[in-house]
């Protein structure tokens, strides 16, 4: 539901690049290396309500992802409906410019597919997308 997401947000957010740095930090020497955590959110918009379309939910958001900047590498939002661009034109406003450079709208599965290649090795995305 809507009021869950926020905190699901934090959560992935906070928690979500832990594991995998720690993993790869055991395979580097700490005192030559540094271990960053980027993340590629990819956000499926099929069967959305379009209360989820709430500018109010869409700028706390933002301010939460502001809370972790450098760490988003890439967002794709698929399957975005038209009526979206309308409720984008207002939630940019809150966003640095770096950060807008790292959203992706696609309206067809196929077309993100292509962008996403650009990121992530074929064998890597989930079966609903590779």
Not at 43 to 62: G, Y
Not at 103 to 123: P, T
């Amino acid at each position: 539901s809507l009021p869950e997401l926020i905190p699901f947000l934090w959560f992935v957010l906070h928690n979500g690049g832990k594991e995998s740095m720690l993993q790869e930090a055991k395979t580097r020497d700490p005192k030559t290396t540094t271990v960053l955590s980027e993340r590629i959110i990819v956000l499926d918009m099929k069967n959305i309500s379009s209360s989820f379309l709430n500018t109010d939910f869409l700028k706390e958001a933002a301010k939460i992802t502001a809370c972790f900047p450098e760490t988003m590498n890439r967002t794709y939002m698929l399957n975005v409906p038209t009526a979206f661009t309308f409720v984008w034109a207002v939630v940019k406003l809150f966003l640095e410019p770096r950060t807008i450079q790292k959203i992706g709208f696609f309206s067809w599965e196929s077309k993100a597919k292509q962008d996403l290649l650009n990121f992530v090795d074929s064998g890597e995305l989930l079966s609903d997308y590779g």
